[in-house]
């Protein structure tokens, strides 16, 4: 199954993300909800990549996740390798630095990460991306992570109910199908090396498998692709988020929102940055709405299923997952994607 060859709307040349305030998304006036979920359809439409303000997170919850980030990763590698992500049963914890490698590319990223996934507890709801998480012994830590993933999930919930809006949709047209998602949080570490090979990368060129990304950055190093192809510098925005659109959501929307190309390049000083990778449920069906499929608009891409597709793209990008695929000990779902499948076409290194 791949993306049909009928185009998708190009994002605009942009030099600069636009910024949404979308605070009125929590409004009880329906009015300012729909007003401040225009502008993000039309920061989504024209970029695929924005800054958002107004999002409601306390910033005790936020300072207190980044300070346990950086305790976990100020231990020694033994400690980390503990906690390590081969060792879960849902693809979560602690992904040393090479492990994960994107596209084929024969130099590692640089960085190191710790990835916590919706706590699925109950067997009968258990997937390949989604079961109990897998918890460093560090004090303090799991408590104040999950705090952070409870309230950057109910603002992904947020924004599910605002592109369902800019798209004039129901409101909680995909939010009902949020309700035991694969959706991912990333404690990501950049170290800042001198002798590093200057052509290794942070993370490389890639657009997001998922709905969309919610991205907390600590320092400057994030790179997007503009509709001219040119590479754009995200600086950072006091009191901001970065919000990406993902494969799964050009999907949906039928390719009114495009994902967006972007890397991680040329980190000046050490860096962490934090993306919550929100999704819709691991059994949904993911293709064009057909509430979309007006006046004769075709469908212009064939049908996923979230959590297949999600597993085949991160089983194509770990070493521990390759491993198993090599020896048979797992399978790739039947029509799975190649990686970089969705968005512009991503021009590495131009």
């Not at 910033?59 to 390590?84: D, G, T, V």
């Not at 603002?155 to 369902?164: C, D, K, S, V």
Request: proline fraction near 7%.
């Amino acid at each position: 199954m791949s993306k049909a060859s009928t185009t998708t709307p190009a994002h605009t040349a942009f030099q600069a993300l636009p910024v949404v305030d979308v605070a009125g998304l929590g409004s009880d006036d329906p009015a300012l909800r729909k007003q401040a979920a225009a502008a993000l359809g039309d920061a989504a439409r024209s970029a695929g990549f924005l800054y958002i303000t107004g999002h409601g997170i306390a910033p005790a919850i936020i300072e207190r996740f980044r300070m346990r980030a950086c305790e976990f990763f100020a231990q020694s590698p033994a400690l980390k390798m503990q906690s390590y992500i081969g060792l879960s049963q849902n693809h979560s914890g602690y992904v040393p630095e090479g492990e994960e490698q994107l596209y084929g590319s024969v130099v590692p990223d640089r960085k190191e990460a710790y990835d916590v996934n919706f706590d699925m507890r109950d067997p009968a709801y258990q997937r390949p991306m989604l079961g109990p998480n897998q918890w460093p012994a560090l004090p303090g830590f799991r408590e104040d992570v999950e705090a952070y993933y409870q309230a950057a999930f109910e603002l992904g919930n947020r924004l599910f109910r605002g592109f369902a809006l800019a798209l004039g949709l129901p409101e909680d047209r995909f939010t009902r199908l949020v309700q035991r998602p694969p959706t991912q949080l990333r404690l990501i570490h950049y170290p800042h090396d001198d002798r590093v090979n200057p052509a290794a990368a942070g993370i490389g060129a890639h657009t997001d498998y998922e709905c969309f990304t919610i991205l907390l950055p600590t320092a400057p190093g994030l790179e997007v692709m503009n509709g001219a192809g040119q590479w754009i510098d995200v600086p950072l925005v006091q009191d901001a988020f970065v919000i990406n659109i993902g494969d799964m959501l050009e999907i949906l929307s039928n390719g009114e929102f495009v994902a967006t190309a972007h890397r991680v390049r040329k980190v000046a000083e050490e860096r962490y940055a934090f993306p919550m990778f929100c999704n819709v449920d691991y059994d949904v069906v993911v293709e064009p709405l057909a509430e979309l499929l007006v006046d004769g608009t075709p469908p212009r891409y064939t049908s996923q299923i979230c959590g297949e597709h999600l597993f085949a793209q991160t089983a194509q990008t770990f070493a521990y997952l390759k491993r198993r695929l090599e020896s048979g000990e797992i399978t790739l779902p039947k029509g799975s994607l190649a990686l970089s499948s969705f968005g512009p076409k991503v021009r590495a290194g131009s």
